[in-house]
């Protein structure tokens, strides 16, 4: 049984807006799914309808085996929920927030205390456990909001935009924290406008744009759609290069169209671990490699074959909608 | 998880929430209690000749008959800042959290309710101990106090479900906080600090229909009178009246809240 | 000096701009004492007719403590605004410029002098349309007068606690201490009928006089007698508010 399991999934707003639009997905259990967009793709709203926290318009979702529409109450006694504004209360210490989350989870008294501190140990909060949330700052927030969403060991965690506007530091940290939860067993669903994070983190991805999934599977399937990995070489003065193309021709696939500033572009099946070899040819042959680089497609490669738009940064291309939350 | 022992633990643990909250800002709470009593300070120091007018009720001393006054004043103030509180738990974000964790969705209104309740035990408590240092006496004893108790929990409870079904509603602050003056306009369109034969129009009308009149009333009775009097049992039926009909608004708030969502 | 006029002139346009583009934050302001003299008529009217009192109806009794308190809550008001000024970080702007810091105090406090009149109008408008005898031209004079000197001082107050506490959070204590110092006056009825402790209080309290200045206008007639404690207690307001105030702008940022 699929831990998250979606089948033309909708919700359209008064006025005819469709934030999301019919999208299908399957999560497996334990697995880390990233559901990667830019921002006003849909992806905080298909959060808030797995959640239960917004019905669906239209389609159908079930969460550990549970329907987000007719059984909610079964699916939030399964789910961790860390969205992408903290959702706290200021004005409470860490550890009483913490507490009253276990005690709203229906974890026995006897064990609230215990639980809690192993949790904020996890998330390195033990010092400020006794400071009111109010004084905490951006990153020690987010940690806690974690911290919450794991009190009652849930089957399914969701996480929206978990390293929005983090520092590096903080966001290692979070990393880290996912690779633990996957070996423990339990099943991700992370939202991110941040390739690096899915490819990081995710064993499938997921991309959405305008409210529709335009791309899924894993990432490095999802990435030798666009091609291979390549590396671009710059020689010194005035090298051979017909020479090393011949050299080079057993190594790899010769691009046609030369990267510009580069002497020759090798597609390497390898990626950066054909470099040693490449360069070691090239050194055999008494040939001076200059530069070497290896350009990579990246899942912004993909969004933009599939929509022609951008996921990170300012891009040409599909604007995406406005989807009010 | 209709389990009543977890729904009972789930509203306690909300209801301690609530009130440590309160404690943790006293800006807030400050005024509960000390703007009506500024009020009925002024209130009595200017006008407590007017018990010799006629028609007036037999009291001790205008601070008996004003105390009810002041109290209900209170417990409404306290009615709005649950209120506020429960809009800026929703602005804030928290209260999605709430929402989607497995508690009786009842509960996170039945929370904060228990919470008034225990803050109008305190404010109650607070005026007849003022009362009595100044001189006020309570005619029907110990029942006369438990009666005073009993009414004003049930009208602070009320009151706290008015302000709870405004902000579910409104989903924001400052407008929960607007209804702090009408709330207050409201009181005085009664008989909390006169009484109602000897208002002036256009108010008198207004008081014989306003609940606040009956709840008051109902107050004030045990104060200057007795238990025996019909207001008690009319201002029991008032405060009883509000909460349902209070308690009503807020959990179709709510339901329209969560529906919206 | 021009400079300072030209400053001073700018920050009453700003401050009155604000009722202007935000109505909906005023007009509480406007309507509450209003509201407050209509709702204290109609509760305790009857109290006129105890044997005392001086005013023949108790409405026009509390007409002069409206006026009083739409300055106090003026002034209070502009406390309020300084103190969310100072939280949003445009006060620092303000006092980046080459004004003297007293020419922002007058700027200031003067706009609630202007804006204290709006609820007195208002105030009046209705009173006068239930029946309360207009008073005589010098009277209202008077009133407009100490009206006006009140909002400054009370402004002068509250701008005090807004630089202390430079948080919007000190509104309440602003408005509290506002309404009691109006209130604790011969505010509800002539002195001989007030409980002893509040005679004392109102013998005590400064706005005592100023009330009385105002309310001889609607009750009794004008009289030196009662217009000069009513000026000295007005001007000695200002000062000691003023005073605070000043100091209380020096220390800001030390």
């Known amino acids: 049984m699929a831990a998250i399991e979606v089948s033309q999934l909708q919700r359209e707003y008064r006025g005819g807006l469709k934030a999301v639009d019919g999208i299908d997905l399957q999560v497996q259990a334990g697995e880390v799914y990233g559901f990667l967009g830019p921002n006003g793709a849909g992806k905080t709203t298909t959060v808030r309808m797995l959640v239960t926290l917004l019905r669906p318009t239209g389609g159908r979702a079930t969460v550990a085996g549970f329907d987000v529409a007719t059984e909610p109450h079964q699916v939030r006694r399964r789910i961790g929920v860390a969205l992408q504004e903290a959702a706290l209360d200021l004005l409470m210490t860490g550890r009483e927030l913490i507490e009253l989350q276990a005690t709203l989870h229906g974890v026995p008294s006897r064990d609230v205390a215990g639980r809690t501190q192993d949790l904020i140990g996890r998330v390195g909060l033990s010092d400020a456990q006794e400071r009111r949330v109010g004084t905490y700052s951006g990153g020690m927030r987010r940690r806690l909001d974690l911290a919450m969403a794991l009190i009652h060991a849930p089957q399914v965690l969701f996480l929206d935009e978990p390293t929005t506007g983090l520092d590096p530091t903080s966001r290692t940290t979070l990393w880290n924290e996912v690779r633990r939860l996957k070996q423990d067993g339990t099943t991700v669903f992370l939202t991110t406008q941040y390739l690096e994070e899915a490819d990081q983190l995710a064993d499938r991805v997921g991309i959405i744009s305008a409210g529709r999934i335009v791309a899924e599977g894993t990432p490095e399937a999802l990435k030798a759609e666009i091609g291979l990995p390549h590396l671009d070489l710059t020689f010194d003065g005035d090298a051979d290069i017909v020479r090393a193309r011949e050299v080079l021709t057993p190594l790899g696939e010769i691009r046609a169209d030369t990267a510009p500033g580069a002497d020759l572009s090798l597609g390497v099946r390898e990626g950066s671990s054909a470099i040693a070899r490449v360069v070691r040819a090239l050194d055999e042959a008494g040939i001076c490699v200059g530069r070497v680089e290896l350009v990579e497609p990246t899942l912004d490669d993909v969004f933009a074959a599939r929509t022609g738009g951008h996921l990170e940064g300012a891009g040409a291309g599909a604007p995406a909608p406005d989807a009010a939350r | ?261 | 000096m021009t400079h300072n006029v030209t400053v001073v002139r700018a920050l009453v346009r700003r401050a009155l701009n604000e009722i202007l583009r935000v109505p909906g934050a005023a007009i509480p302001g406007v309507l509450a004492p209003t509201i407050f003299m209509l709702g204290l008529s109609s509760v305790f009217g009857k109290a006129s007719s105890l044997p005392g009192f001086t005013a023949e109806d108790f409405r026009t009794f509390i007409v002069p403590v409206g006026l009083l308190q739409g300055a106090g809550f003026t002034g209070a008001a502009t406390g309020v605004n300084l103190a969310r000024d100072i939280e949003q970080g445009w006060f620092d702007r303000l006092l980046l410029c080459p004004a003297p810091r007293a020419t922002l105090l007058t700027g200031v406090v003067a706009s609630a002098a202007l804006r204290a009149l709006l609820p007195a109008i208002f105030l009046l408008i209705v009173a006068f349309s239930l029946g309360v005898s207009v008073p005589s031209l010098l009277g209202l004079l008077i009133a407009t007068v100490l009206v006006m000197g009140l909002a400054c001082a009370m402004a002068c107050f509250s701008v005090t606690l807004a630089l202390r506490f430079r948080t919007q959070q000190a509104a309440p204590l602003m408005q509290i201490a506002s309404f009691t110092g109006v209130l604790f006056t011969t505010s509800y009825a002539p002195k001989p009928l007030l409980q002893d402790w509040l005679r004392t209080v109102a013998d005590v309290n400064p706005v005592t006089h100023v009330l009385e200045g105002v309310r001889q206008g609607f009750v009794g007639g004008v009289t030196w007698g009662h217009t000069w404690p009513a000026l000295l207690a007005t001007a000695g307001l200002i000062a000691v508010m003023g005073a605070f105030a000043a100091r209380g702008l020096r220390r800001y940022g030390v």
């Not at chain 2, 209130?43 to 018990?51: A, E, S």
């Not at chain 2, 006629?54 to 001790?60: E, Q």
């Not at chain 2, 309740?117 to 029942?143: C, E, I």
């Open chain 2, 1 to 261: 998880m209709t389990d009543p022992g977890f729904s009972v633990r789930v509203v306690l643990a909300l209801a301690r929430r609530a009130l440590r909250n309160a404690l943790r800002r006293p800006q807030f709470l400050a005024p509960l209690v000390l703007f009506p009593t500024l009020f009925l300070a002024v209130n009595v120091g200017g006008l407590n000749r007017t018990t010799t007018l006629p028609g007036f009720p037999v009291v001790d001393g205008f601070l008996d008959f004003q105390l009810a006054g002041a109290m209900t004043q209170s417990l409404l103030l306290g009615g709005v800042a649950a209120g506020i509180a429960t809009a800026l738990e929703i602005e804030g974000g928290y209260f999605d959290r709430l929402v989607a964790s497995p508690i009786p969705r009842v509960a996170i209104v039945l929370g904060r309710l228990v919470a008034t309740g225990a803050t109008a035990v305190v404010q109650v408590t607070y005026f007849l101990l003022l009362g009595l240092l100044f001189g006020a006496s309570v005619k029907g004893g110990v029942p006369g106090v438990l009666v005073v108790y009993l009414i004003g929990i049930v009208a602070g409870v009320g009151f706290g479900a008015i302000g709870q079904a405004i902000a579910l509603r409104a989903q924001n602050a400052s407008t929960v906080q607007g209804i702090f003056p009408i709330a207050l306009v409201v009181l005085f369109a009664s008989s909390a600090f006169f009484p109602q034969d000897l208002l002036s129009s256009p108010v008198d009308v207004v008081a014989r229909y306003n609940p606040l009149s009956y709840i008051v009333d109902g107050m004030r009775a045990p104060i200057i009178d007795g238990v025996g009097s019909t207001s008690v049992l009319e201002g029991l039926g008032a405060a009883t009246l509000v909460v349902l009909a209070a308690g009503g608004l807020a959990v179709l708030a709510l339901r329209g809240r969560l529906r919206d969502a």
